[in-house]
């Protein structure tokens, strides 16, 4: 079992940083595909980004590219680096565990965590 704890959301003006944290107390993340999704108020959630391996590749969804970055440290934190931050990227935030080397965005998520609140202000 991968139980995921999300970090770092918050409220911010447009244009400004913030950066997320994901962590595991138990299994290392070394095995599993990370990403991150979003889910704004009324909205289905969606993908924003993926590390499927340990190192490597990244992908993203179009509407961050540019301007999020994911990365993995230390087998055990992934986090979520997201600037120029706009009121659309509103929305609760999670960290994503799956099957290793899947790009997660059409499936493949094994485990969830609940979640961190991010607010934009315009």
């Known amino acids: 079992q991968v139980q995921l704890v999300e970090s770092g959301g918050g409220l911010v003006q447009a244009g400004n940083s913030l950066r997320l944290s994901c962590t595991t107390s138990?299994?290392?993340?070394?095995?599993?595909?990370m990403g991150w999704f979003r889910q704004a108020p009324g909205k289905e959630r969606e993908f924003v980004a993926v590390?499927?391996?340990?190192?490597?590749?990244t992908d993203y969804a179009d509407s961050v590219k540019g301007r999020f970055t994911i990365s993995r440290e230390n087998a055990k934190n992934v986090y979520l680096q997201m600037n120029s931050l706009r009121p659309e990227d509103t929305a609760v935030y999670c960290c994503?565990?799956?099957?290793?080397?899947?790009?997660?965005?059409?499936?493949?998520?094994?485990?969830w965590g609940q979640g961190t609140q991010v607010t934009v202000s315009s």
């Open positions: 590390m499927p391996r340990s190192v490597g590749v």
């Open positions: 138990g299994r290392t993340l070394s095995s599993y595909a």
């Open positions: 994503a565990a799956g099957t290793y080397g899947s790009n997660l965005r059409d499936g493949g998520v094994k485990y």
